[in-house]
């Protein structure tokens, strides 16, 4: 409006809005303030879009808050919206499936002991799953384990085939990894060959695992998993088609490892899978044993026992009730 209107003072086109000298100041540095916080945050998204190309809003927003702190106050998850739509930088959400599974064989199917319960703990349920990652004329395979507590990837390979000893592999991972190896376990998977396997089974078994499996091949048995691979191919690059084994296995250890140690989970009050396993086992350690004030005072009980000059002066005395003399 000044650069406008130059030949009216300050005073004047305050006057006509009702507004004072200082009001006007105060808005204009309010803008200012609000144009570099602004363009920070945008800096800032684009560095974590570099490598979380397809992360959410909200977790966006989440991990801003916690880096930057009372700077990002006043920008609420609305203003945030509106800011990534202004530059662009909303994603549009894919929607891909495949079918993985070969449930046709002669291998025993356990029943689905999981029932779509939530588990309490980490390490007290194990999701798996298989999907497809794709390099030039032909695809791959990536065998997934996932801790459905914590979110976290405890085991994966990366395959030419979707054989038992790939899912053996990943699984192996997994058990190697723990850091609860004397709490209880259950492995969730569909009723594919591999799962389904003697080599697979006898492995679980082995290490007193429990077995469960989907009882109608809704993908909704298997949430976690599938939810995952969304994850991995939308938000971190595995969805491209890349060169070769090679490269394919580089993008999926950076993915595996951003996604553990770096991106929030809202079902996990906005923290990540790692700070999540971790976290709970700091939480739930036994506390140690009170010990005994020394310096309190013990209470004495009159004791039975009679002390070895007592015993002398009772013998002299019945000496000398036998004795008259």
């Known amino acids: 409006m000044k650069g406008t209107y130059r030949a009216i ?11 004072s000298r200082q009001s006007y100041y105060k808005q204009n540095n309010r ?8 363009q920070l945050v945008l800096e800032r998204v684009r560095e974590i879009r570099q490598h979380s190309h397809r992360m959410g809003t909200l977790k966006l927003r989440h991990i801003l808050s916690r880096e930057m702190g009372d700077a990002i106050r006043g920008l609420g998850r609305d203003a945030f919206f509106r800011l990534l739509r202004t530059n662009r930088l909303l994603i549009k959400p894919k929607k891909r499936y495949a079918i993985s599974t070969q449930s046709d064989h002669r291998f025993k199917k356990w029943p689905d002991l999981v029932q779509r319960k939530q588990p309490e703990r980490p390490e007290q349920l194990w999701v798996s ?25 405890v085991g994966y390979k990366l395959t030419h085939s979707p054989t038992t000893k790939a899912c053996l592999a990943a699984l192996r991972m997994a058990i190697t990894t723990r850091l609860y190896p004397e709490m209880k376990l259950m492995h969730h998977s569909d009723r594919g060959i591999q799962y389904c396997s003697v080599a697979y089974v006898n492995t679980l078994q082995a290490h007193d695992i429990a077995i469960s499996m989907t009882a109608s091949g809704s993908p909704y048995d298997n949430a976690v998993a599938e939810r995952l691979n969304g994850i991995l191919k939308h938000e971190y690059h595995m969805e491209d088609t890349f060169d070769d084994y090679s490269e394919a296995l580089r993008q999926l ?10 991106r929030p989970h809202m079902s996990c009050n906005m923290l990540s899978p790692q700070e999540v396993h971790q976290s709970w086992k700091i939480e739930n350690q036994p506390k140690p044993p009170k010990r005994r004030n020394q310096n309190a005072r013990v209470k004495s009980k009159p004791s039975t026992e009679v002390n070895h000059h007592q015993k002398k002066t009772m013998k002299s005395k019945n000496k000398n009730k036998d004795n008259p003399i």
């Open 253 to 262: 250890v950076k993915a595996v490892d951003i996604y553990n140690n770096f």
């Open 9 to 19: 003072s300050l005073d004047r086109l305050c006057r006509l809005f009702g507004k």
């Open 129 to 153: 799953d298989i999907t497809y990652v794709r390099i030039k004329h032909r695809w791959l395979y990536l065998c997934l384990i996932t801790d459905a507590f914590s979110r976290k990837i």
């Open 31 to 38: 803008q200012q303030q609000a144009d570099v916080r602004n």
